[in-house]
């Protein structure tokens, strides 16, 4: 029998009650067969309200102490779901990060998956056990410390421990059906998704859309690791996410992100070597630079605008200004009040029409465009903040996705 | 400089403010030159939460998971405690049980501690570090599973930790100012002492005083580590529980303990091994016992009383009635409603009219006395449940503790 992977957020298991339904889940898994392998967030706001308890006794809490304290989170969570698991009937054993054999870097707060050792996780399964394994945590076998893997964390612990066994799917439970071709929220009429391929949920991810974080799809991408976002509160099927979709929808889906902000340096002289000025030392200082439009020249100078989490925009002015005023820019303009909203889809690539359209629909709700940014399978708009909900609702009824693209010959 | 191993209880680290506080004291230690050690228990009432999330998704935890849930308690504490030590600039690093290198036997829930390794501590302390330890818990390591080490556990540590490391005092913090002659909220005019011996205070704390756990005081007196209890809410000096104490007081304190319950087995057949046959059960079933009473037989048979605490009770009827069945005993009766009275003192030796005074006392007192038991400086007595206040208001007025014991010849 196959070992399927299941992922439950925090609201999943926020309290006992949803601890016991997850375990009624997962012991109809184990009957049906499976081994199962089950990954477990902190329960509820646990991690936020241990963030906060963090910053009442030192407002700059340091990372080694930090990741100490949050890996408490995982560790409640998976030993009741052990324990509900058992109260069941069914064999049960939790591992924290470390204990499971998950090898990360050293950076605390963000550390990244190298390895999964995993040898107290494979006996466990061969004893016939479920074995539950806390995400978000593992440990750099150097320094024997404690790491975090930070935002996305538990859903990339799961992937990559899916891969790691040759699990045949891994299930992330959320509290949402899927994947859907917009913020319901937002687009009442919004569609979940049966299906979309990695790409288009790597795109989508990138741009906004939270049930899902690219590094997880991207781990499921490299090892071809099918990942089946689903709700912990029914059975319904949720969204496969996986290699290559039957479906070729021109648009997959809208995604819209508010958690940035723009920057535009001025009067840029347009020589070589500037761009290069900016960019390395925010890449130095971690600021995550998402857009970057530079136009054509005029009279030797450019304007470069890019686009930055909102949390790291000082991080970027400050850098920004230093480097305006090192190379003789005119100066730095800074705007938090903006929104993306981007089309994904992977049918776009050969429908040069779509990004015309896009500009056309914007166009007629009467949103300016400051910025746009595309791949060869989306497109990104920076509107106004206030613009994005009429945005996402105007282009999501513009195209309906997912429009389904024509077979040549059908 | 020496080291200082300070232990902080969950009152103490019971909320941020506290946490830093305690910080506060931490850092003025080192200032003045120590080495710190520092174990904490979890804040508050989060084992007593744990345990009650655990009971919502299981009536009965396997005590594997139980363990890993509990230990969640302390990585928080001593993580919070780190952060807010650096916060006042000065370098401090938190421990787990395992990290620290606490060897324990493998049972979860009552772990006893085998050694302590302890060459991330040392090396830690070498670098001028605070080391902030996790109380209460520890390794088994054959098998690299997490125990704890039960009621009492972050005592244990703490002095465990002293006694491994060779420091100079093992300050005990906690929400009184130290060790009373009784418990303050019977007696209005109990005193504090200044002083007790290991062996008086394992006498109190056997008896039902809860300042300090009897496996704490053991570990004291094994090694000579003086105990320093102290309350963290203020600077006043606390009591010193040492090797020895000039002050030869007839009666240190006066204890009592609401805790157990009473099992008789009544017309025991009077013949060798009959005793063996109800104790050794027991003890297999983990059974605490505390008194054992036997009369004098009349004809040819005895009755034989016990005390056991309160949550063992239903066990204990269960073996003794088995037990009674076996040998031909008349029957077995259980008491819940009783509470256990005792005077400590090393000067009790040498006076052996304080048994006779203890008793007339409490007759005076019209308290019924139901089971009495004594060691060379402990006379214990069971009585009513509803006379426990009573009578310790009655033996600490007629005692009035410490009664200093004249010096021949002075």
Chains 1, 2 share one sequence.
């Not at 992922?7 to 081994?35: F, L």
């Not at 089950?38 to 930090?66: F, H, Q, W, Y």
């Not at 052990?82 to 605390?108: K, N, P, Y």
């Not at 002015?317 to 909203?341: C, L, M, P, T």
């Amino acid at each position: 029998m196959g070992l399927v992977v299941q992922k439950y957020g925090g609201t999943s298991v926020a309290t006992p009650e949803r601890i016991s339904r997850v375990a009624e889940r997962v012991v109809q898994s184990r009957k049906e067969g499976n081994d199962v392998l089950v990954v477990v967030s902190a329960m509820g706001d646990t991690t936020d309200e241990l963030i906060a308890l963090a910053r009442a006794v030192n407002p700059n809490p340091p990372a080694r102490e930090l990741d100490m304290l949050l890996t408490a989170g995982e560790r409640i969570s998976m030993a009741l779901c052990a324990m509900a698991i058992e109260a069941r009937g069914v064999q049960a054993v939790s591992f924290t990060g470390s204990q499971a054999g998950i090898l990360t870097d050293a950076a605390h707060g963000a550390a990244k998956i190298r390895e999964i050792r995993g040898d107290r996780v494979r006996q466990a399964l061969a004893e016939g056990k479920v074995v539950i394994v806390a995400g978000f945590q593992g440990v750099d076998p150097q320094s024997k410390e404690v790491t975090t893997l930070g935002r996305g964390g538990s859903d990339a612990t799961a992937v990559a421990l899916a891969a790691a066994f040759g699990a045949e799917v891994c299930e992330i439970y959320t509290d949402v059906d899927g994947v859907y071709t917009a913020d319901p929220r937002l687009v009442s009429d919004a569609r979940k998704l049966d299906e979309i391929s990695f790409e288009e949920m790597l795109e989508l991810s990138a741009s906004g859309a939270g049930v899902l974080m690219s590094r997880s799809v991207e781990v499921g991408r490299r090892y071809g690791i099918p990942i089946h976002v689903r709700s912990s509160f029914n059975d319904h099927p949720g969204t496969w996410v996986k290699e290559s979709t039957m479906e070729q929808a021109i648009i997959s889906g809208i995604a819209h992100d508010v958690s940035e902000a723009k920057l535009t340096i001025r009067g840029v002289p347009d020589r070589p070597g500037v761009a290069a000025a900016l960019f390395e030392p925010m890449a130095a200082e971690g600021v995550n630079v998402d857009m970057i439009v530079q136009n054509v020249s005029t009279d030797g100078t450019t304007d470069i605008s890019l686009t930055v989490p909102k949390a790291s925009l000082e991080t970027a002015r400050r850098i920004a200004q230093e480097v305006a005023s090192r190379v003789g820019a005119r100066g730095v303009e800074v705007d938090a009040a903006i929104g993306k909203v981007s089309l994904v889809g992977a049918g776009m690539k050969s429908h040069p029409g779509v990004a015309a359209r896009v500009f056309r629909t914007l166009a007629d709700a009467g949103i300016n465009i400051e910025m746009i940014s595309t791949s060869t399978i989306r497109i990104s708009c920076v509107v106004r903040e206030e613009d994005v909900t009429a945005a996402v609702k105007a282009l999501h009824a513009a195209f309906e996705p997912p429009l389904v693209e024509e077979e040549v010959g059908a």
